[in-house]
């Protein structure tokens, strides 16, 4: 995505989401990780919810297109400044979802959630000890920090070989922490055409660097998504 306000382009985001290390890649409902490689969709889904929030008539628009328009599809996407493919895709699963469930509102993957389907490999629970405190032999305060030494020995195992596992399987690694108000600053720039100094003018988020350090959230978290 390239963040567009105004009629410019700029060249080179209270969901229960996971915070895992890694994240499964493809949207939930048909597997499309071949046509959005690359961020995790998490993230995209996110700046959809923000900009929705921020915007009611990015929905509202979204309800007048009928859901075996492409014309009328894009034209949506355009005028919301929404025309990556993932973009798209989301609105149509969403065009779809409200078909199917009449009085439904928001966002398709807000009402079914990120993941659906098996899980792509088997995870076998940790298993511990046994642990047998002899009194006489040792002190409490020895033995509690022989089980935890012991304990935090075999979590470090345990963890790396699910990691190769996940790895495996085609998991990917989650990227770094984002911060939310990113995801505001996003949708108001890409949505309502808001500058970056009004948006820093009006932040809820306490930062240090005014406009330019907006400007440059904005642009990255855009690039990423």
């Known amino acids: 995505m390239k963040p567009v306000a105004g009629g410019r382009t700029i060249s080179s985001p209270g969901l229960a989401w996971p915070v895992g290390d890694f994240y499964v890649p493809g949207f939930s409902s048909d597997g499309r990780t071949a046509l ?4 995790a969709d998490t993230h995209r889904r996110l700046f959809l919810v923000h900009a929705g929030q921020h915007e009611p008539g990015l929905l509202s ?3 007048k297109v ?9 034209a949506w996407a355009e005028r919301w400044h929404l025309t990556d493919r993932w973009c798209v895709l989301l609105a149509h699963d969403t065009l779809s979802w409200w078909a199917n469930n009449p009085g439904t509102e928001g966002w398709e993957f807000e009402g079914t959630g990120i993941f659906a ?10 298993e511990l000890g046994p642990f047998y405190h002899d009194p006489t032999w ?3 305060s020895d033995f509690i920090k022989y089980v935890a030494q012991q304990a935090a020995k075999a979590a470090e195992d345990y963890c790396g070989q699910i990691e190769a596992s996940a790895l495996a ?16 600053w996003l949708a108001r720039y890409q949505i309502k055409g ?32």
């Open 194 to 225: 808001e500058s970056f100094a009004s948006i820093a003018q009006h932040s809820s988020y306490k930062f240090n660097g005014g406009r330019q350090t907006i400007r440059k959230a904005i642009i990255e978290l855009a690039e990423y998504i």
């Open 138 to 140: 040792r002190r409490r």
């Open 169 to 184: 399987a085609g998991l990917k690694r989650a990227p770094r922490r984002r911060e939310a108000e990113h995801f505001n």
């Open 66 to 74: 009928a859901i075996d328009d492409e014309g009328a599809l894009s």
């Open 61 to 63: 628009t979204l309800r």
């Open 117 to 126: 389907g098996f899980f792509p490999f088997r995870i076998e629970p940790l």
């Open 36 to 39: 959005v490689p690359g961020a």
